[in-house]
């Protein structure tokens, strides 16, 4: 019990040695962690793959194109997986 103790206790401490702060691009977020902040308003580097791309916005609906080729409208999906389909695994960004 102590060993699979110990175990998780440095498998947490590597894990934040390893996992971003956010706070400068040598140290990003990944998107999971991005998503998990909640939006508390606050700006971070985040790190992920672009996944998809935000097309329009009719009927208060959101349309996503989830397919390359985009074609460049500078606000895209991105994600920690690039072959993710699920949009609550993704975060939008506008570069």
């Known amino acids: ?10 498998s947490a401490f590597v894990f934040s040695l390893i996992a971003g702060t956010g706070l400068s691009a040598d140290s990003p977020l990944t ?36 397919a390359p080729p985009f074609d460049g409208t500078s606000a895209y999906l991105i994600a920690d997986d690039i072959d993710e389909i699920d949009l609550s695994k993704m975060m939008p960004v506008q570069i």
Not at 1 to 10: D, H, Q, R, T
């Open 1 to 10: 019990m102590k060993k699979a103790l110990l175990s998780i206790a440095l």
């Open 31 to 66: 998107v999971s962690q991005a998503l998990a902040k909640k939006n508390d308003r606050k700006s971070y580097y985040v790190n992920g793959y672009i996944v998809g791309e935000y097309r329009d916005y009719s009927n208060n609906k959101h349309f996503y194109n989830i």
